[in-house]
């Protein structure tokens, strides 16, 4: 502990007075059991932080290698999604065409059942 060059010896008797009525409330015993469990917890943690390490530098190793095949396939997803619409698209086309040109081939209100029987994907569930 410093002393000011004007600390008076008064000053200095009372605070190394409080420093020793600090030191008594708790043992040295006690401290060196705190001292003992905090470095077993700082082990602990420092075991874990090198695991954690190790594995988020697999995980990202292991994402560099498959990232390229998740935008290919996602890309591909997109692609056969638009193809897929396109074509549902035509075939709506081509069933309002047959309906309107031969109305007799389909019954009342079964042209409205069967035009689009394929889920709305882009809405969720409700």
Same mark, same amino acid.
């Given at each position: ?10 000053? $200095? ?5 409080? @420093?020793?009525?600090? !030191?008594? =409330?708790? &043992?040295?015993? #006690? ?32 994402? $560099? ?5 998740? @935008?290919?396939?996602? !890309?591909? =997803?997109? &692609?056969?999604? #638009? ?44």
């Amino acid at each position: 502990m410093e002393k000011s060059p004007g600390a008076s010896p008064e000053a $200095a008797a009372a605070a190394a007075e409080v @420093a020793d009525q600090f !030191r008594s =409330l708790v &043992s040295a015993e #006690d401290v060196g059991s705190i001292k003992q469990a905090q470095h077993l917890i700082l082990g602990r943690l420092q075991d874990s932080n090198a695991v954690l390490t190790h594995f988020n530098e697999y995980s990202e190793q292991c994402f $560099a290698e498959v990232s390229g095949d998740f @935008a290919s396939k996602t !890309r591909l =997803l997109k &692609s056969m999604k #638009d193809d897929l619409d396109h074509i549902f698209l035509k075939l709506r086309s081509m069933k309002s065409r047959l309906a309107a040109t031969y109305p007799d081939a389909f019954p009342d209100g079964a042209m409205a059942k069967t035009m689009d029987q394929r889920p709305d994907l882009e809405n969720p569930l409700e």
